[in-house]
């Protein structure tokens, strides 16, 4: 497939109509998902996000009768599914995947501030398949849920000015925190970068558009703790969301050596953009998803552990530096590329041929 040509075809030579992408995306990400919307069962933990959030529509807030460590907006996706649709597996795969198309698709929105069009669409084309192949990422996950808030949110402090967008954004975050309550430190290290902005002679933030950035997130973390608080249950939630979280970190805390190997390669990928000047890490976009990375990298040192699926968690932002890094290869060296390699990433998908082979 030529991108260039899909590039004319759905872009025009307009930057900022990007519907086309999203839809393109959006195609992408159901090809890849639809075989496993009828599965009754893929990951343990999405079970157990289902059994929370229908206890919530029995009118049971989280912790009070069952109980799972992860903070209260994961279980809210799947009651508001749950309530809207009833109990459908396909309901909940099926805007999942649309969540997943939109992580993508501002993945690509904020690689295209930094990029050509068609790298970024690479990138968008990569998220996706990032975010929903291998192992049981074709559930719905909790990193899922949080990245299409996270993503969106850095893309608002990256390309919109005004204390309404950092507003927004800072709900964003605030929403992907009571998700995934790691992602407190990406979100920290984003709100120190931007009161550096602020300190800086050059000012790229007010103090309203802070303000705003923090009012946003607290917002949120008011607001999921009200119901226990209203009903004489704020205990439940601060021994739940908080304490529960902080002992499950030090119990599973694992050697980092088994760190190391994400550690280094992360390293060796962001040295080697700077070395060669591959990216310019004094534009604003860069050093955004540069902080991002490390706020999330650093989770995973503070938590002591990786498992596969928490990668979810960097892959949107870091599959921007790596399209760009290929990019500059192919153009320095002239690399020619083979047919034969078009035709092996068409295999990626593999397992969704199966499924779909499956209903055949």
Same mark, same amino acid.
């Given at each position: ?103 993508? @698709? ?147 805390? @694992? ?63 870091? !599959? ?14 002239? !690399? ?25």
């Amino acid at each position: 497939m030529n991108l260039n040509v899909l590039k004319e075809s759905f872009l025009g030579n307009s930057r900022s109509n990007h519907k086309a992408v999203f839809l393109l995306l959006t195609g992408i990400t159901f090809f890849i998902r639809f075989p496993f919307f009828f599965r009754d069962y893929i990951d343990r933990d999405e079970s157990t996000f289902i059994l929370l959030g229908q206890s919530w529509v029995d009118g049971h807030l989280p912790y009070t009768q069952l109980w799972d460590l992860k903070p209260p907006l994961t279980f809210a996706f799947f009651s508001i599914v749950i309530y809207l649709f009833g109990k459908s597996f396909i309901a909940i795969r099926l805007i999942g995947a649309i969540l997943i198309a939109s992580t993508a @698709f501002f993945s690509f929105k904020i690689a295209s501030r930094i990029t050509t069009i068609t790298v970024a669409l690479w990138c968008g084309i990569f998220c996706v398949a990032l975010l929903s192949l291998f192992g049981s990422l074709q559930g719905v996950m909790s990193e899922h849920l949080c990245m299409a808030f996270f993503v969106p949110s850095l893309y608002f402090i990256i390309a919109k000015k005004g204390p309404y967008w950092l507003l927004l954004s800072g709900i964003f975050m605030g929403i992907a925190i009571m998700i995934k309550l790691n992602m407190a430190y990406p979100v920290l290290f984003i709100g120190l970068y931007l009161a550096f902005e602020y300190l800086n002679k050059h000012k790229a933030v007010t103090f309203w558009e802070i303000f705003t950035f923090g009012l946003g997130i607290l917002l949120v973390i008011v607001l999921t703790f009200s119901p226990y608080y209203l009903s004489n249950q704020f205990e439940v939630w601060w021994k739940s969301v908080v304490l529960a979280s902080l002992e499950y970190s030090e119990a599973r805390r @694992f050697s980092l050596l088994k760190l190391a190997p994400t550690f280094i390669a992360v390293a060796l990928l962001l040295f080697f953009c700077w070395k060669r000047n591959i990216i310019k890490f004094t534009n604003r976009t860069s050093l955004l998803l540069l902080v991002s990375v490390c706020g999330v990298l650093f989770s995973f040192f503070k938590g002591g552990r990786i498992n596969g699926h928490y990668l979810i968690q960097v892959h949107p932002m870091l !599959i921007i530096y790596f399209g760009i890094l290929i990019h500059h290869l192919y153009h320095q060296y002239k !690399i020619r590329i083979p047919g034969l390699l078009f035709f092996l990433l068409l295999l990626i998908p593999i397992e969704s041929y199966l499924g779909i082979c499956q209903y055949c």
